[in-house]
């Protein structure tokens, strides 16, 4: 069983806490994504989990067992750096069978282990090769073959495709989504590319100044961000904000600021009136409005269009806010039109101005 446990974890470097109290369980098999910006702790939790880290406080189990203190060696984790690290010097072959041949695991055995690990990555023909001859995608292929031929109970990746370009990341993760798919093996994964953790992850952990902000599947944190922070972070084209303030209206609340006015039931959010609040809405999620449409209407005259091929982001000013919208390429305003979009109530969201906390409230 190939569980990871993480007892408020916790680092330090001399009296300047990076990680605080970090608690989580990742499940056997389960694919794990560490999410968010550059500086938030991703990597440094994933290298106490490793071992390359010391952890300050807190206890840390790996199928069971407590590994604060033992040895990367002796954790039965295999990792996937950013940079490869591979031996320049060493063919394909040798850079895969290394670990192998420093456990003096037979010769025989070595080689039908390599010969396995080479075929599911389509390594086959590169085995005599050296490093330097092969694309970033072919080197990154092989140090994930060399932490598979290991057979870990669990894999570590650190940010293993950011040093590729757009078309090999995305072959990439598909392989990485497909290698996990045979093999079920526990996976922990970080990463800053959003795009990376929402199809790649089974739950997504996202880190902010070394604490969690939001753990769940990509859907359910995209769908009800707990705070502004992920909701900014997460989706592209980014989500729209607004201040506004609200007022009572019989079983509504009315969001209103400058001319734009948005009606919402009462039910569904935790509101006073007279409080101001952040409104999110995500480009996506507007859409032209009908002549006779005299609710939740946003209007603007359009400044800028970018082409998207089958969508265009337009984007015009809401006051002192931009405001982006994704509509479909054919339909699209142009420059300088005015343009009246609508959103459906299941799609706004309202956050807390000082707390930034999700005000949509929670169901009974």
């Not at 320049?88 to 070595?110: C, Q, S, W, Y």
């Not at 006051?319 to 339909?331: K, M």
Request: aromatic share 6%; net charge neutral; with cysteine.
């Amino acid at each position: 069983m190939a569980a990871i446990v993480c007892k408020e974890i916790t680092k330090r470097y001399g009296n300047h806490q990076v990680v605080h109290k970090f608690d989580l369980s990742v499940r056997e098999n389960e694919f794990v994504v560490f999410l968010g910006p550059s500086g938030c702790g991703k990597s440094t939790i994933l290298r106490m989990l490793a071992g390359l880290e010391e952890i300050s406080d807190g206890e840390l189990t790996i199928a069971g067992k407590v590994v604060n203190d033992l040895p990367p060696r002796d954790r039965d984790i295999a990792m996937v750096f950013q940079n490869y690290a591979l031996y320049p010097h060493m063919t394909v072959f040798d850079n895969i069978a290394f670990g192998l041949k420093r456990l003096k695991v037979a010769k025989a055995e070595i080689a039908r282990r390599v010969r396995d690990v080479a075929s599911m990555l389509g390594l086959e023909t590169y085995l005599e090769r050296k490093p330097a001859a092969l694309s970033g995608g072919q080197q990154q292929r092989v140090a994930i073959a060399r932490a598979m031929i290991k057979t870990p109970a669990v894999f570590l990746f650190d940010e293993p495709l950011s040093n590729l370009d757009a078309k090999l990341r995305n072959h990439m993760r598909v392989e990485i989504a497909r290698l996990h798919q045979s093999l079920k093996t526990t996976t922990v994964y970080v990463t800053h590319d959003q795009l990376e953790a929402m199809t790649l992850a089974d739950r997504i952990v996202l880190l902010k100044d070394g604490r969690i902000e939001q753990l769940g599947t990509p859907k359910e944190i995209y769908e009800n961000p707990r705070t502004k922070f992920v909701a900014s972070f997460i989706g592209t084209p980014s989500m729209n904000f607004i201040d506004m303030v609200v007022s009572s209206q019989g079983g509504n609340f009315v969001l209103t600021s400058g001319e734009t006015r948005l009606v919402v039931q009462k039910v569904r959010y935790d509101l006073q009136a007279g409080q101001t609040v952040t409104v999110g809405i995500r480009p996506a999620h507007l859409e032209p409005a009908g002549e006779n449409r005299d609710n939740n209407i946003i209007a603007g005259v359009v400044d800028l269009i970018e082409y998207l091929g089958n969508e265009t982001l337009v984007n015009f000013a809401l006051g002192t806010v931009e405001i982006g919208a994704l509509l479909d390429a054919g339909t699209s305003p142009q420059i300088k039109q005015s343009c009246r979009l609508t959103v459906n109530e299941k799609h706004i969201h309202i956050f807390d101005r000082e707390s930034e906390l999700s005000l949509i409230c929670k169901p009974s």
